[in-house]
C-alpha cells in the first residue's frame, strides 16, 4: 500500500515559520522527485516547490521562491518544506505527492498525501 502522510501544518502568525515533512511508505520513493502543492479556500490546487529523487535540482513557485525551502532526507523516503517568512496569503491546505520526474504540474503526480492545515494569521 502507498502511502504518503504529511505533518508540521499548523496556526502561526505572520512573519513566522512553519516545517512541513512528507514521509513515504510502500515502495522505494528514494528513486521518485517528490513536490508540495496547496490549496486554499475556494481556490484550485495550485503548485508550490518540487525536488528531485536525489535531491540535486529544486523549482519553486513565484509566489514562495526565496521564503521557502524543499528538501529530502538522508533516506530519500521524506520530504520537508521549511516556510519562513509566512504571509496571511500562504494559509491552504498542503498535500505532498510524488512522480517519476520532476514537474510543476498536478496532473502528472502519482501519489498523493492526504494535506495539512496551514492557518497564517495577520
Known amino acids: 500500500q502507498v502511502q504518503l502522510v504529511e505533518s508540521g501544518g499548523g496556526l502561526v502568525q505572520a512573519g513566522g515559520s512553519l516545517r512541513l515533512s512528507c514521509a513515504a511508505s510502500?515502495?522505494?520513493?528514494?528513486?521518485?522527485?517528490m513536490g508540495w502543492f496547496r490549496q486554499a479556500p475556494g481556490k484550485e490546487r495550485e503548485f508550490v516547490a518540487a525536488i528531485t529523487w536525489s535531491g540535486g535540482s529544486t523549482v519553486y513557485a513565484d509566489s514562495v521562491k526565496g521564503r521557502f525551502t524543499i528538501s529530502r532526507g538522508n533516506a530519500k523516503n521524506t520530504v520537508s518544506l521549511q516556510m519562513n517568512s509566512l504571509k496571511p496569503e500562504d494559509t491552504a491546505v498542503y498535500y505532498c505527492a510524488a512522480r517519476r520526474y520532476i514537474s510543476q504540474r498536478q496532473d502528472e503526480y502519482d501519489y498523493w498525501g492526504q494535506g495539512t492545515q496551514v492557518t497564517v494569521s495577520s
Open positions: 510502500g515502495r522505494t520513493f528514494s528513486s521518485y522527485a
